[in-house]
């Protein structure tokens, strides 16, 4: 399958695989790309269900272009909304909302619901003003076309508004439901999670940076999963070291360095970089030493981190690599 989807009249999207073989374009009118994910989603299912399986479903909802299936923005005319292009994205969120019922529906009829581990999260926090003129950053709730509701920044940046995301974990064999874990876990966990449970051997020379997170939904463990978290994306960076985060973005302007008391300042309202220098210093040179350990980045013609000069030789065929898979 291949994506036909453009943006300023050029391509945006790669090409969509099975497995490795590009398929034919998928034409006009043939479906909508999130439906076709939950379609093949509960295909797979069903063709696996008398054996053990992994399955990542990555929907392309809720995303840019502004676009959903007939009847979806009838769904939502109940909706009061201050600009109209956000029942678009509302009505997104509701295409995903079906396609992973549907999913757990098969889990149901399959006799698997109670037994799957099921992990559900996003990527990255709420994009800021695409699809009308808004202001980009410093600004929260009503005035975009998604909400990070009381946090601060958007998608792309290192504040909470762009990082902090969903994080669900449905296991009814074991995990009851509606409990509520409040220690920082991250998408790295989700692979360690997943091998100690399903005894999956580690093949990688690399230890994982995340950890298993059952000891600590279980009880077994009463500590935190990590007393440190980093986070980096092109020059903008962040690093949460207990109550403290230092958080460094570039807001389209002059380079903003911010530090935050987490556990007083959940919203990041307080920038305490001025009555704390002392601190901000300590999280700079942890970020810093940190940084410094990260490998090349074969698969990116960026540099791998701030201070490491970049070179071409690192790059590699990317089709090459997936022809060899």
Not at 70 to 78: N, P, S, V
């Amino acid at each position: 399958m291949k994506s036909d989807a453009k943006e300023g009249g050029k391509p945006w999207l790669s090409p969509l695989y099975r497995n490795t073989t590009t398929e034919p374009p998928i034409q006009e009118g043939n479906g909508y790309l999130t439906e076709l994910f939950t379609d093949e989603a509960v295909g797979f299912i069903e063709r696996n269900a008398d054996k053990p399986f992994f399955l990542h479903v990555a929907h392309f909802a809720v995303h840019h272009p502004w676009q959903v299936p007939d009847g979806y923005i009838e769904r939502l005319d109940h909706l009061k909304v201050h600009h109209e292009e956000r029942r678009f994205f509302a009505a997104q969120t509701l295409v995903l909302d079906d396609g992973v019922s549907a999913i757990m529906d098969t889990l149901k009829e399959k006799g698997l619901y109670d037994n799957t581990l099921v992990f559900f999260m996003s990527d990255n926090g709420t994009p800021s003003g695409q699809g009308f003129e808004q202001p980009r950053k410093k600004i929260r709730g009503e005035t975009t076309m998604s909400s990070p509701g009381p946090f601060n920044g958007f998608k792309g940046d290192t504040y909470e508004g762009g990082i902090r995301v969903p994080f669900i974990i449905h296991y009814p064999a074991q995990i009851p439901a509606g409990e509520r874990f409040e220690s920082m876990v991250s998408a790295l966990d989700v692979m360690p999670t997943i091998g100690a449970r399903f005894d999956v051997t580690e093949t990688n020379a690399t230890p994982f940076d995340g950890v298993d997170l059952f000891p600590y939904l279980l009880g077994e463990k009463d500590s935190a999963p990590h007393d440190t978290l980093y986070w980096r994306r092109d020059n903008d960076y962040a690093i949460r070291d207990g109550d403290w985060k230092l958080a460094v973005n570039d807001d389209n302007g002059p380079r903003t360095i911010c530090l935050f008391n987490m556990i007083d300042d959940p919203y990041e309202y307080n920038d305490l970089a001025s009555k704390e220098p002392e601190v901000a210093q300590q999280l700079q040179n942890k970020f810093d030493a940190w940084e410094a350990e990260l490998p090349v980045n074969k698969l990116s013609h960026k540099p791998v981190n701030r201070n490491r000069e970049f070179k071409s030789g690192h790059r590699v065929d990317v089709q090459a690599f997936n022809r060899t898979q």
